[in-house]
């Protein structure tokens, strides 16, 4: 009899050695699952990156402390999973987030032009004043944008840039100077506004294209590769602070592979990239872009990991978010929808026929239900001889893409990421086209149908990146100027929001597995909230921040009381950056 409880009692040691233990854990808070609506726990446990359990504060620190066991009291707040961006220009913007002034979150146009005066005051010679992108008039108590002449008078010793969503920018008289731009300048699909004497105004203004913006901030300065690695490392220090865990990158216009991709891949590498980014390749050069993806299918693969830290921490995924340049249906509702190129279907089917055979998952940018029916029409095609066979695909945007249309989607597996462009845009659109009668994009129609739907910000350079500003639209339907652009019964409960920026962000990347819910086995990305968003009015939601972010287990920002917890990060470089100034988004 005691040989028998001997060995219950040496087994049960074992067991109790054999249990894995926790790197951290914490408690006392409401932790939203997210696997159904109303499951909360008290306690949640890590180890390596991976959730080991949820249950009680008692039951995990129990069963999961040890004396190395981080533990952190969650005070009653709110905790979810990381949010995850499926539409994010974030890589690019890394390169370029120390150079501008944010006017995300100022709530007065006096204000804004205060920081551009004083931010004038402290930028050195030779060097721009840019804000780019991130807001709109409807912000702002005044419900104007600023004139040129307001902005001479604020700024008429250094150039400054302004631009204004997709279709509209701001150059400063030492701007015009410092650029020589004259009577004779010019870019195609866009207009050089000039005065009755001939001299350019100042503004630029995007017509089939946004030309000459693009190509006029080309012209602004770039950082040097130190200062990019600082810069996207405070950009994503940035995103964290509102509980941003995780973007999926959609490439941009002069984003060029892999030259541009370098400043993020030295934070992966040295263990401070803070955010998993799955990133997607944009071929640049139009009429060159098959030979661009097959060079590419040549050097690099989908879900290739080109870091050393985490699972999926930074990871090519495939291709796009445009894959042609006849293919680009550019959407400024500042003017009427343009008609592709009769070439989009000749030119997009070989990159389609190429990718869908070398197994490379893509996603396209498309805006119009007209663009998408064309699309479409090639896809379908190229599925008849070289099926898609389940190959992860999904249109980037699809405002008014038709039920006709997502039924399409639907029948070749396809998904769709939207954004939030509508809360900047709907304004815009009301006047061009009229009030919609029906939510833009049909998000409630997607999920009804079971299509894949991942929710993003498109950000920076149309709308901020803060995506509790997103969460307000989807749970309103209204402008960021308070206009009510859905109408009221499209708008969605708050699981199935913060359902879209989780787990349903994750499908664009391939980890709906392993991502977007805080249960075992999943990835211990998680955010303590400023404000219960469960319970919060849609209006305070808009105000939720992070007080603390985990990924991959590890604490990698933290304010308030949790502020010590923080990891160090070097101040922004240059010197004058804005950010050591103003920060980013004006909370």
Known sequence: MKKLIIIIFLT??????????????IYNGKIATMVKPGEFKQAIAMHNGIVLATGTTEEIVTNYKNTATKLVDAGGKTVIPGLNDSHMHAIRE?????????????????RAMQMLKEQAARTPEGAWVKVVG???????????????????????????????LYGKA??????????????????????VELDKDGKPTGLLYAKETPMAIYRTLALTGKLTPEERIN????????????????????????????????????LAKAGKLTVRTAYYLFAQQKGKEFADYEKWITQTYPNKNDHILMAKGYAMEGAGENLIATGADFENFLEPRIVLSPDMETDLEPVIRLLVKNRWPFRLHATYGESIDRMLNVFEKVNKDTPFKGLRWFFDHAETITDPELARVKALGGGVAVQFRMYFQGELYTKMYGQPKTQLPPIKKMLAMGI????????????????WMAMHWLLTGKTIGGMQFWPQDQILDKFTALQLYTSGSAWCS????????????MYADMVILSDDYFTANT?????????????????????GKYAVESPAIAAAIPVWSPINYYGGYQK
Not at 174 to 187: F, M, P, R, W
Not at 233 to 252: K, L, M, W
Not at 539 to 559: C, F, P, W
């Open 539 to 559: 209006e305070q939601v808009k105000h939720i921040t992070a007080l603390m972010t985990v990924v991959n287990g590890k604490i990698v920002y933290a304010s």
């Open 231 to 266: 810069s996207s490392e405070h950009f994503y220090r940035e995103i964290n602070s509102f509980g941003i865990t995780s973007v999926v990158d959609a490439a941009g216009g002069s984003q060029n592979y892999d030259a541009d991709y370098q400043a993020s891949l030295a």
């Open 94 to 110: 890394g390169l370029n987030y120390n150079m501008e002034l944010r006017w995300d979150g100022v709530k007065t146009l006096k």
């Open 510 to 521: 391939g980890e709906q597995d392993v991502k977007g819910k805080l249960v075992k086995g």
């Open 452 to 467: 894949p739907v991942g929710m993003g910000t498109d950000a920076p350079r149309i709308s901020t990146y803060n995506p």
């Open 134 to 164: 991130g807001w709109n008039e409807f912000q702002f108590a005044e419900k104007r944008q600023p004139t040129i002449d307001e902005i001479n008078a604020a700024v008429p010793d250094k150039p400054v840039f302004i631009t204004y």
């Open 170 to 191: 701001f150059l400063n008289k030492k701007g015009i100077e410092v650029l020589g731009y004259d009577k004779n300048t010019s870019y195609p699909g866009s207009v």
């Open 12 to 25: 049960s040691m074992l067991g109790a050695s054999a249990q894995q233990k926790a790197d951290m854990i």
